[in-house]
Structures are given as C-alpha cells and as structure tokens.
C-alpha cells in the first residue's frame, strides 16, 4: 500500500532564510508522482510543485525545489528565502501513473518569523 | 474567477438536515474529486468522477451522496449527518485522471450540530 509521511508536525524558519520541509513515501509501483500543496488558514489547497518518478533533474519552481532522492524514497521540499506569506500548513501528496487516488501526508505547519 | 469555486465557503446543520455542496470548476477539465478534511488529519479522498462518471468511492457512508452532471459541476448531498462529519470538504479537478496536479477550490467547512 501506498503511503506518505511527514514527521515535522511543525517548523520555525527566520524570515529570508531556507527551510526544507521532509517528506518520505512508500510505494511498490515504479511510476509515480511527488506533489507538495500549501494551504494557509484559509482553507484552499495550492499546488507549488511536481515531481515524476521517472523525471532525471529535481524539480524547480520559483522559491520552490524538492530534493528528490529516489532510492531512499524522499521527496523534501526547500523553500528558499522564505517570507512571512509561506506561513502556512504543507501536505505532501502521492499519486500512481495509473490513475490513482492522491494519498497525502499528515502536514508540516510551517511559521516564518520576522 | 478562479478556477474551482465552492459554495457555500461555511454551512451549520443540524443532524436531520439535508443540504447540498456545490462546486464548479472553469479549467476544462474532465475529472473531479471530493475530499474531506477533519482537524489534525490528513485530507481523505472521498470520491471521484471522470467524464461524469463515477470511478471511486472511499467506502463512504451512505449520507453522503456525490452527483456529477457535467464535467463542470459536482454536488455532495448531505442528510442526517453525524457530528463527527464536521470537517472542511474539499473540491478538486484535473485535466484526466492521470499524474497531473489536481486544482483545489477553497472548501465548505461544514458543522454538525
């Protein structure tokens, strides 16, 4: 079975600085999808980033990497020079290629301070 | 506009209630998801449409009833819920049901009284 862990309940990072967020999964299928999503205290679940099983560099968006290390099964995002807008809680998601549901990890609340 | 809207954002019931969840998406795209989100814990995929038809259901209780029409609109009729079912319900499309991201709209948090 598929499975996603966070094991940070909870994250402080120094506005401008860098913080790496953990994410760890469990899956016997080759093809697979990473996903991180943001949601503030508002509610609403915002994608940031995407990675495939099969994709050779780590993904990039904007402030947004994840260090993908596939043979120890990690999928951490960074978020770099973070602001006081990324306060927020971080899912990590799973999905299989062949259309399977999107299992997601127990969240990160992360707080950045000024 | 963007791109999932949910309505309404909050709803309070009482348990012999019915109510319905509205939520429509305006990306073109062809699956759409349900999803519940209790407090400290993970969202649980409820169920899931693709061309309107319905691909999965999460071994969920019956009071809760999805209904897709169109690829556009997908409602989740409610009736004598439990307390236990307060929790921010979440809506989501994709493109198809493959390994593309899922667009979330904002959610229904819903209360039992």
């Known amino acids: 079975a598929q499975k996603i862990t966070q094991t940070q309940p909870g994250m402080f990072v120094q506005e401008k600085e860098a913080v790496t967020l953990d994410c760890t999964y469990d899956?016997?299928?080759?093809?697979?999808?990473l996903f991180w999503y943001k949601q503030p205290s508002s509610g609403e679940m915002i994608f940031l980033i995407y990675q495939g099983s099969y994709d050779q560099q780590n993904a990039t968006e904007g402030r947004y990497s994840l260090n993908f290390q596939k043979a120890r099964k990690s999928a951490n995002l960074v978020i770099s020079a973070s602001q006081l807008g990324d306060s927020a809680m971080y899912f990590c998601?799973?999905?299989?290629?062949?259309?399977?549901?999107?299992?997601f990890g127990q969240g990160t609340e992360l707080s950045v301070k000024p | 506009e963007t791109g999932v809207t949910q309505t309404p954002r909050h709803l309070v019931m009482g348990m012999t209630n019915k109510k319905s969840l509205k939520c429509e998406q305006h990306l073109g795209h062809n699956a759409m998801y349900w999803y519940k989100q209790s407090a400290k814990k993970p969202l649980e995929l409820m169920f899931v449409y693709n061309f309107k038809e319905q691909t999965e259901n999460n071994s969920v209780p019956s009071r809760f009833s999805p209904e897709c029409p169109n690829s556009s609109h997908l409602f989740l009729h409610l009736h004598t819920l439990q307390p236990e079912d307060s929790a921010l319900y979440l809506c989501?499309?994709?493109?198809?049901?493959?390994?593309?991201?899922?667009?979330f709209g904002d959610g229904t948090r819903l209360s039992i009284l």
């Open positions: 899956t016997s299928d080759p093809s697979y999808g």
């Open positions: 998601a799973m999905r299989d290629n062949q259309g399977g549901k999107l299992i």
């Open positions: 989501a499309s994709s493109p198809q049901l493959s390994n593309q991201p899922q667009h």
